[in-house]
């Protein structure tokens, strides 16, 4: 024990140092006062974002692009609400995160104070975890257990609420030495004679195919991964949030399923007879209609959260455990089958791969060109080519999210960053921010909108301020593009409120800021402006004019199998 009393905004950032924190992203307001009053001559870095949910989106950045916990930091009151979509956003995929907030003093809690809000409340449906700290004592344990609640098991966001008196008071600090949660268990090892029997159903099928989720990259699991998929042979996909598991130039890697997945993944999952579920919730979107899905499969599934087993989808062998664990014990008892067990199926294994290639040349994922207009599928054929599988893309959601999960490569895990499950507008730009920080020696492109983009503009003071050599890439189509898409396919084409007016001049704006910003809409022209804004030191904002009313094929309507894809634009019908 310290002999020196300290503050517990003091005792705090002893924690957070203590948990290898290096960076938080906030910004400060009346009741964290003493907090940054600390900070000021300690160590941690701090970022002062623009808005408090763009500090959840960059802690999420942060946390994406290393696997490490994420740490925002907001007031009480409208700076605590305004963490609320980035806390639902992290929960939605599984980030790990750690959000601190004032709270007013305790003594004036339920006084309807200046700033005040029920954070506690508010947060507790968007947090995997949170907590109300009213006392100094109890700080250290709980910081210390936030940070262990939100890395362990299925990630998440924890958030912790602290009194200002909490921050003021004097105490002596005395290190955790260690974690014991009796109601929180994490099961990670996986049922011995599960993986057995799972070996053996992977061998007694035909037509197995590996369906992989964001669970293997949250368990820094690709080696493991990549191991078992070479063992098994197997075609694989990887989800929206799974891309990167596996290198985008291995052979076995076909591409993303479901919505705007390619035909031949979703052909391949509705024909599948084994599907290999690793790390994933069976979301609607990959699914469809969920009871024409894989309707001839039986389904191995391994996942470290319980309460995803047999959610959605019915698990005819369920695992539950950690991947980085599992996969290499699944593996090892594949190879220990008796040989002719595991040639026992090879013949139809063949013909099944004959069958998926087939598809893939039938209707492959195709970047669209043409010499009058850029084509939004250029456009990210174009930074796939600057990328070469290494850059980290931080996207925003929409139109050019599906293009860039489609078209460019991943070779690595954590360099694909976008909202999935919630799907928030504006959080490419501030992810990007995050990512950035992580993996200063990385090339980063913010891949947004002009929809997405014009949540978070405020955002590019945070990257002239730090110099973040950040390339933005707007796809500028002048539509809410996603939902022009299902207003002109689902809705008699009667485009209600989606066309964006007004868009900046981006070298105006970009120079106010006091870097280069520059537009292209030439298709000639834009490879080389995009080569000029990754050769450029510092950051740059290219704002690319594509043809606005293209849409994202293949497409599976609403409430349609993954199989009922609509593979191209509607042609008119002759009279």
Request: aromatic share 8%; glycine share 10%.
């Amino acid at each position: 024990m310290s002999s020196n009393l300290l503050s517990g905004a003091r005792i705090l950032l002893h924690c957070l140092a203590s948990e290898n924190v290096e960076c938080i992203f906030g910004y400060p307001g009346g009741v964290t006062l003493p907090l940054y009053d600390a900070l000021y001559d300690h160590p941690i870095r701090h970022v002062l974002v623009r808005h408090e949910q763009n500090a959840a989106f960059a802690a999420q950045g942060y946390a994406r692009a290393t696997g490490k916990v994420g740490v925002c930091c907001a007031t009480s009151g409208p700076g605590a609400t305004n963490l609320v979509t980035g806390l639902v956003d992290a929960l939605m995929d599984s980030i790990p995160l750690v959000a601190l907030t004032g709270q007013v003093p305790t003594k004036l809690m339920g006084s309807d104070a200046f700033q005040e809000a029920d954070t506690f409340g508010i947060t507790r449906s968007a947090t995997k975890h949170n907590f109300l700290v009213k006392n100094i004592a109890e700080l250290p344990q709980v910081i210390h257990e936030a940070f262990y609640i939100a890395a362990s098991g299925r990630p998440g966001p924890v958030l912790v609420d602290v009194t200002k008196d909490v921050f003021q008071s004097q105490s002596h600090y005395t290190a955790v030495a260690e974690i014991h949660l009796p109601g929180y268990r994490v099961f990670s090892e996986g049922h011995s004679g599960q993986i057995r029997r799972a070996a053996q159903m992977i061998w007694e099928a035909g037509q197995p195919f590996i369906y992989a989720g964001g669970g293997i990259i949250a368990a820094n699991a690709a080696g493991e991964f990549r191991s078992f998929v070479e063992a098994v042979d197997a075609p694989v996909v990887c989800t929206l949030m799974g891309l990167g598991a596996l290198p985008a130039d291995h052979p076995n890697f076909i591409s993303m399923p479901g919505m705007h997945g390619s035909y031949a993944a979703n052909m391949g999952m509705t024909h599948s007879d084994l599907i290999i579920a690793l790390g994933v919730r069976f979301d609607d979107r990959v699914t469809g209609r969920l009871a024409a899905f894989a309707p001839h499969a039986r389904v191995i599934h391994v996942d470290i959260d319980p309460a995803e087993i047999s959610k959605n989808r019915h698990a005819d062998l369920p695992i539950v455990g950690d991947l980085k664990r599992v996969l290499p014990k699944l593996e090892a008892e594949l190879n220990a089958l008796a040989a002719e067990l595991r040639e026992k199926n090879s013949a139809r294994r063949q013909a099944w791969w004959k069958q998926i290639r087939e598809w893939k040349e039938e209707h492959p994922l195709r970047a669209e060109r043409s010499d009058s207009e850029i084509k939004p599928q250029h456009l990210i054929a174009e930074i796939d080519r600057l990328s070469g599988g290494r850059a980290i893309v931080a996207s925003d959601v929409g139109q050019h999210q599906m293009w860039a999960a489609q078209l460019i490569r991943f070779n690595e895990p954590r360099l694909w960053i976008n909202s999935g499950g919630l799907g928030s507008m504006g959080f490419g730009l501030p992810a990007a921010i995050g990512a950035q920080f992580a993996r200063p020696d990385k090339l980063v492109f913010a891949v947004v909108g002009d929809g997405g983009f014009q949540m978070s503009i405020p955002e590019l003071a945070t990257i002239a301020n730090h110099a973040l050599p950040i390339k933005i890439v707007v796809m500028n189509n002048g539509y809410l593009g996603m939902v022009r898409q299902w207003q002109e396919l689902f809705y008699n084409n009667r485009l209600s409120e989606v066309a964006l007016a007004g868009f900046p001049d981006v070298e105006k704006l970009a120079g106010a800021y006091g870097f280069t910003g520059r537009t292209v809409e030439d298709p000639h022209e834009m490879p080389k402006a995009l080569e000029e804004a990754v050769h450029t030191p510092g950051p740059y904002l290219l704002n690319v004019k594509v043809s606005p009313f293209e849409n994202v094929f293949p497409m599976v309507p609403a409430g349609g199998a993954i199989h009922e894809m609509v593979l191209r634009p509607p042609q008119p019908v002759a009279v």
